[in-house]
Protein backbone atom coordinates (compact mmCIF):
# COMPACT_ATOMS: atom_id res chain seq x y z
CA UNK A 1 0.00 0.00 0.00
CA UNK A 2 1.70 3.13 -0.70
CA UNK A 3 0.97 6.63 1.36
CA UNK A 4 1.92 10.17 0.65
CA UNK A 5 4.02 10.59 3.74
CA UNK A 6 7.91 10.47 3.71
CA UNK A 7 8.89 8.79 6.24
CA UNK A 8 12.45 9.18 5.58
CA UNK A 9 12.24 12.99 6.17
CA UNK A 10 8.62 13.64 8.42
CA UNK A 11 9.97 16.65 10.32
CA UNK A 12 11.38 18.63 6.81
CA UNK A 13 7.62 18.14 5.64
CA UNK A 14 6.28 19.24 8.80
CA UNK A 15 8.81 22.12 8.61
CA UNK A 16 7.61 23.08 5.44
CA UNK A 17 3.85 22.75 5.86
CA UNK A 18 2.83 23.87 9.70
CA UNK A 19 5.77 25.64 10.86
CA UNK A 20 4.12 26.65 14.04
CA UNK A 21 3.18 22.60 14.53
CA UNK A 22 7.08 22.06 14.26
CA UNK A 23 7.91 25.16 16.41
CA UNK A 24 6.46 22.73 19.71
CA UNK A 25 8.18 20.02 21.36
CA UNK A 26 8.69 16.68 20.37
CA UNK A 27 6.15 15.05 21.32
CA UNK A 28 3.57 17.32 19.30
CA UNK A 29 5.88 16.60 16.64
CA UNK A 30 5.53 13.11 16.68
CA UNK A 31 1.52 13.30 17.21
CA UNK A 32 1.34 15.17 14.43
CA UNK A 33 3.28 12.68 12.30
CA UNK A 34 0.87 9.80 13.56
CA UNK A 35 -2.67 11.63 12.54
CA UNK A 36 -0.83 12.55 8.97
CA UNK A 37 0.04 9.19 8.53
CA UNK A 38 -3.55 7.66 9.58
CA UNK A 39 -5.41 10.48 8.07
CA UNK A 40 -2.98 9.36 4.18
CA UNK A 41 -3.99 5.94 4.58
CA UNK A 42 -7.94 6.76 5.12
CA UNK A 43 -7.71 8.41 2.07
CA UNK A 44 -5.76 5.93 0.41
CA UNK A 45 -8.21 3.39 1.49
CA UNK A 46 -11.42 4.91 1.03
CA UNK A 47 -14.21 2.07 -0.69
CA UNK A 48 -16.22 3.49 -3.77
CA UNK A 49 -19.32 2.36 -4.11
CA UNK A 50 -20.38 0.61 -7.71
CA UNK A 51 -24.18 1.18 -9.30
CA UNK A 52 -25.09 -1.41 -11.34
CA UNK A 53 -28.34 -1.45 -13.88
CA UNK A 54 -29.29 -5.73 -13.81
CA UNK A 55 -32.37 -6.04 -17.19
CA UNK A 56 -34.45 -8.80 -17.19
CA UNK A 57 -34.28 -10.52 -20.88
CA UNK A 58 -38.03 -10.09 -21.36
CA UNK A 59 -40.44 -8.69 -23.83
CA UNK A 60 -41.31 -6.08 -21.30
CA UNK A 61 -38.49 -3.42 -19.78
CA UNK A 62 -37.66 -5.10 -16.12
CA UNK A 63 -35.16 -3.90 -14.67
CA UNK A 64 -33.19 -2.84 -10.62
CA UNK A 65 -30.80 -0.76 -9.85
CA UNK A 66 -28.04 -2.33 -7.05
CA UNK A 67 -25.51 -0.52 -5.24
CA UNK A 68 -22.84 -2.74 -4.24
CA UNK A 69 -19.13 -1.63 -2.60
CA UNK A 70 -16.36 -2.44 -5.04
CA UNK A 71 -14.28 -4.65 -2.69
CA UNK A 72 -17.23 -7.27 -2.58
CA UNK A 73 -17.43 -10.20 -4.80
CA UNK A 74 -19.32 -11.52 -7.94
CA UNK A 75 -20.94 -13.59 -5.26
CA UNK A 76 -22.07 -11.00 -3.11
CA UNK A 77 -23.85 -9.34 -6.31
CA UNK A 78 -25.28 -12.62 -7.22
CA UNK A 79 -27.13 -12.48 -3.61
CA UNK A 80 -28.32 -8.71 -4.67
CA UNK A 81 -29.50 -9.80 -7.88
CA UNK A 82 -31.45 -12.74 -6.98
CA UNK A 83 -33.13 -11.23 -3.54
CA UNK A 84 -33.90 -7.80 -5.95
CA UNK A 85 -35.80 -10.33 -8.35
CA UNK A 86 -37.61 -11.99 -5.51
CA UNK A 87 -35.85 -15.10 -6.54
CA UNK A 88 -35.54 -17.73 -3.38
CA UNK A 89 -31.49 -18.18 -4.34
CA UNK A 90 -31.48 -21.86 -4.19
CA UNK A 91 -30.92 -22.16 -7.92
CA UNK A 92 -27.30 -22.53 -9.61
CA UNK A 93 -26.19 -19.34 -11.72
CA UNK A 94 -22.95 -18.17 -13.15
CA UNK A 95 -21.98 -14.98 -14.70
CA UNK A 96 -20.43 -14.58 -17.96
CA UNK A 97 -17.84 -12.24 -19.07
CA UNK A 98 -18.48 -10.48 -22.40
CA UNK A 99 -17.45 -7.53 -24.56
CA UNK A 100 -19.07 -4.31 -25.44
CA UNK A 101 -21.80 -5.60 -27.39
CA UNK A 102 -23.07 -8.42 -25.04
CA UNK A 103 -20.73 -11.45 -26.83
CA UNK A 104 -20.46 -14.16 -24.53
CA UNK A 105 -17.13 -14.96 -23.41
CA UNK A 106 -15.78 -16.98 -19.77
CA UNK A 107 -18.14 -18.25 -17.30
CA UNK A 108 -17.41 -17.78 -13.92
CA UNK A 109 -19.60 -20.28 -11.83
CA UNK A 110 -21.36 -19.92 -8.21
CA UNK A 111 -19.82 -23.55 -7.61
CA UNK A 112 -16.75 -25.53 -8.57
CA UNK A 113 -17.16 -28.53 -10.19
CA UNK A 114 -13.70 -29.24 -11.80
CA UNK A 115 -12.66 -32.43 -11.14
CA UNK A 116 -9.33 -31.08 -8.62
CA UNK A 117 -10.59 -29.08 -6.05
CA UNK A 118 -9.58 -25.30 -6.34
CA UNK A 119 -9.05 -25.72 -10.19
CA UNK A 120 -11.89 -23.47 -11.43
CA UNK A 121 -12.06 -20.00 -9.82
CA UNK A 122 -15.81 -19.22 -9.08
CA UNK A 123 -17.82 -16.10 -8.30
CA UNK A 124 -16.18 -16.13 -4.87
CA UNK A 125 -12.41 -15.59 -6.43
CA UNK A 126 -13.62 -12.11 -7.65
CA UNK A 127 -13.96 -8.95 -6.48
CA UNK A 128 -15.94 -6.39 -8.59
CA UNK A 129 -13.13 -4.18 -8.90
CA UNK A 130 -10.95 -7.07 -10.39
CA UNK A 131 -13.22 -7.28 -13.38
CA UNK A 132 -15.16 -4.48 -13.57
CA UNK A 133 -14.48 -0.77 -13.90
CA UNK A 134 -14.90 1.83 -16.07
CA UNK A 135 -13.82 0.49 -19.25
CA UNK A 136 -14.91 -2.86 -18.63
CA UNK A 137 -18.26 -1.93 -17.74
CA UNK A 138 -20.95 -5.20 -18.67
CA UNK A 139 -21.14 -9.26 -17.45
CA UNK A 140 -23.98 -11.14 -18.39
CA UNK A 141 -25.74 -13.01 -15.55
CA UNK A 142 -27.92 -16.69 -15.84
CA UNK A 143 -29.70 -18.05 -12.47
CA UNK A 144 -31.07 -21.40 -12.89
CA UNK A 145 -30.24 -23.41 -16.09
CA UNK A 146 -33.47 -24.94 -16.39
CA UNK A 147 -35.66 -21.67 -16.57
CA UNK A 148 -33.04 -19.75 -17.98
CA UNK A 149 -33.40 -15.97 -16.89
CA UNK A 150 -31.51 -13.92 -18.59
CA UNK A 151 -30.06 -10.60 -16.97
CA UNK A 152 -27.83 -8.06 -18.60
CA UNK A 153 -25.48 -6.15 -16.04
CA UNK A 154 -24.03 -2.80 -16.30
CA UNK A 155 -21.73 -0.91 -14.67
CA UNK A 156 -23.77 2.65 -14.81
CA UNK A 157 -21.14 4.49 -12.26
CA UNK A 158 -18.69 4.21 -9.73
CA UNK A 159 -19.10 6.80 -6.86
CA UNK A 160 -18.47 7.54 -2.98
CA UNK A 161 -19.78 5.16 -0.08
CA UNK A 162 -22.71 7.21 1.47
CA UNK A 163 -22.45 7.58 5.18
CA UNK A 164 -24.99 5.43 7.19
CA UNK A 165 -26.04 3.50 3.82
CA UNK A 166 -26.18 -0.22 3.76
CA UNK A 167 -24.94 -2.10 0.91
CA UNK A 168 -25.98 -4.51 -0.86
CA UNK A 169 -29.36 -2.20 -1.90
CA UNK A 170 -31.38 -2.08 -3.72
CA UNK A 171 -32.05 1.33 -5.15
CA UNK A 172 -34.62 0.68 -7.71
CA UNK A 173 -37.08 -1.47 -9.31
CA UNK A 174 -39.38 -1.39 -12.69
CA UNK A 175 -41.68 -3.99 -14.05
CA UNK A 176 -42.82 -6.95 -13.02
CA UNK A 177 -40.93 -10.22 -13.06
CA UNK A 178 -43.43 -12.70 -15.71
CA UNK A 179 -44.31 -16.24 -14.80
CA UNK A 180 -41.34 -17.71 -17.59
CA UNK A 181 -38.29 -16.37 -18.92
CA UNK A 182 -37.65 -16.43 -22.66
CA UNK A 183 -37.36 -19.29 -24.38
CA UNK A 184 -33.35 -20.02 -25.72
CA UNK A 185 -30.99 -22.28 -26.62
CA UNK A 186 -28.12 -22.09 -24.39
CA UNK A 187 -25.28 -24.42 -24.04
CA UNK A 188 -22.88 -24.07 -21.03
CA UNK A 189 -19.71 -24.63 -23.31
CA UNK A 190 -17.88 -21.15 -22.46
CA UNK A 191 -15.47 -21.18 -25.81
CA UNK A 192 -18.49 -21.33 -28.15
CA UNK A 193 -20.78 -17.95 -28.48
CA UNK A 194 -23.38 -19.44 -25.86
CA UNK A 195 -25.25 -16.09 -25.98
CA UNK A 196 -25.66 -15.80 -29.74
CA UNK A 197 -29.43 -16.63 -29.65
CA UNK A 198 -30.16 -14.00 -27.02
CA UNK A 199 -28.74 -11.47 -29.56
CA UNK A 200 -30.96 -12.24 -31.91
CA UNK A 201 -33.79 -11.38 -29.76
CA UNK A 202 -32.27 -7.87 -29.56
CA UNK A 203 -33.13 -5.08 -32.67
CA UNK A 204 -31.14 -1.95 -33.07
CA UNK A 205 -33.65 0.04 -30.45
CA UNK A 206 -32.68 -2.03 -27.74
CA UNK A 207 -28.89 -1.93 -28.32
CA UNK A 208 -28.75 1.52 -28.10
CA UNK A 209 -29.39 1.77 -24.81
CA UNK A 210 -26.49 0.33 -24.14
CA UNK A 211 -23.99 2.61 -25.56
CA UNK A 212 -22.25 5.61 -24.58
CA UNK A 213 -22.98 8.23 -21.83
CA UNK A 214 -26.81 8.36 -22.65
CA UNK A 215 -26.96 4.22 -22.03
CA UNK A 216 -29.88 4.58 -19.59
CA UNK A 217 -31.63 6.99 -20.55
CA UNK A 218 -34.60 5.25 -21.88
CA UNK A 219 -35.41 3.82 -18.55
CA UNK A 220 -35.14 7.74 -17.06
CA UNK A 221 -31.69 7.09 -15.21
CA UNK A 222 -30.73 10.59 -14.28
CA UNK A 223 -33.86 10.83 -12.19
CA UNK A 224 -34.07 6.90 -10.93
CA UNK A 225 -30.18 7.11 -9.43
CA UNK A 226 -30.78 10.36 -7.15
Not at 32 to 49: A, C, G
Request: glycine share 4%; net charge negative.
Amino acid sequence: MECGFDFAQPDKLIENQFPKIFSTNRNSRFEFRFLYFTFDLSIKTKIMVYKFRVILDAEEDIFRDIAILEEDTLEDLHNAIFNAFGFDGSEVASFYTCDDTWNQEDEIPLFDTGDVPGEIRTMNDYPLSSILDKQNTKIIYVYDFISMWTFLVELAAVEDEQVGAIYPETLYSHGEMPDEALEKNFEADMHDDIYGEFEDDLDEEDLDMFEGDDSFEDYGFEENWN
